[in-house]
């Protein structure tokens, strides 16, 4: 995990990270540390107070690359703690090797490249659950509070670990324990605080002051949540995840579905706290990212090693070998360029930034306007927001019809462009540039 952020350490901001820690940061360092509200152009609805701790490692050490990784390290460092805390729960000292496919993780993998604050949020949620795990109530309030500070959605993952509270308390007392809700009410508190302020302010509710937003809080048609409930199963057999649920099915069937005391603590309070977490997802027409599910990865994991206790067979040693297997190379897994992927959820993404730096350098080099030349909506920006630099200037935003762009700047990386703009641009279009990398190919066309 650590030689992961070191290797990482000059990586751009890449994806929603361009939005939700950049231009954050970016807002606060240069308009002043009290500037809560953002502008309505990158004001999406979530509390900004990742970018404003980013900024502030900005403000103390230098606005550069390697410094907004450096500020992700306490994070990183808490979540290799709380991971160790729960496997001393449920997994033998004897059987500690096998916490190596823990660590395999491949959404957990990508997310520790990136300054994100879905890293901050998993650390919220692992401290959380830890201190439910250990019976230290008094340590979920500091956790939840770092939940709520930086996204929506944490707000929303604090409910869930409420409720499996709920349920594991159930499990291992036999008594609902409804008294435990004290502990989470600072954070249901700050909740409201914010978004009350926000709405004063801007008069926009738990989504951005700007319209470009609304459209992805929408009510949901039945068409658009059975297409949720497919994306949902998906990602959780993604990126190699599907060798954990065989390795799992294999030892249900052997033991007939039966749950150890501690298999019992991990199988229903998840799967409460799951089925909270999807019926806010299911509820909004917002696609459904690999990232918003990351805590949950872990889980079948977790699950899957408590399967592993001695004998040590060879069923078991097979099974061992191929979720490992199945997990590294999963960041081989790239779908073609008409099928959505979540290119932040695993490290196939990397060659990016480089094929990126040749495109936006054959730009330079051919005298092309860089106007002209149309990207999506986290290629677009100029290096001085994604690279922290002055290596080349902003491109235009793509918007659709494509026949009104003379250059577009094409990646599979991204998933803006419609099954049609693609078909059309591979029939019609000229391609000036073309480079490729491990899966990850990047394209300048010529409408000319």
Known sequence: MLLLWWWSLDFPFFWDNVLLSSLFADWFYDNGMNAFILGSEIDCGHPPFFGWYLAAWWSALGKTLWVSHLAMLPFLVGIGSFLFLLLKYFV?????????????????????????????????FLMAWCAILYRKWIWVIPATLVMTVVSIRGAVMVFALFVGGLILNKIRDQEWAWSRIVYFVPAGLLFLLWNGYHWKETGALLVGNNPAWAEHYQAVTIDVLVK??????????????????????????KTKGRFTQKQKEIVYPVAGMLVV?????????NPIGHRYLLPFYFFPLLL???????????????????????????????????????????????????????????????????????APFFMYRPAEITNLSNEFPALTRFESPISNQKYILFTNVSNDFSDDDIALLEKEWEVVFYKKKMGVFVVLYSSE
């Open 277 to 285: 977490f999807a019926l806010v997802l299911f509820s909004n027409t």
């Open 92 to 124: 033998r000292e004897s059987e500690k090797f096998i916490s190596l496919l823990l660590l395999l993780e491949p959404t957990f993998l990508a997310q520790c490249t990136m300054v994100s604050n879905d890293v901050v949020q998993l650390f919220g």
């Open 228 to 253: 949720h409930l497919i994306v949902f199963v998906k990602v959780f057999l993604d990126f190699g995840r599907l060798f954990v649920w065989l390795g799992l099915l294999v030892f249900m069937v």
């Open 304 to 374: 899957l090693l408590t399967y592993f206790e001695h004998p040590w067979t060879r069923l078991k040693k097979g099974i061992f070998v191929l979720v490992g297997i199945g997990l590294l190379t999963g960041h081989l897994w790239v779908y073609p360029p008409t099928m959505a992927q979540g290119w932040d959820s695993s490290l196939a993404h990397v060659p990016y930034f480089e094929l990126k730096a040749e495109a936006m350098g054959f730009i330079e080099k051919e005298g092309i306007d860089p106007t002209e030349v149309a």
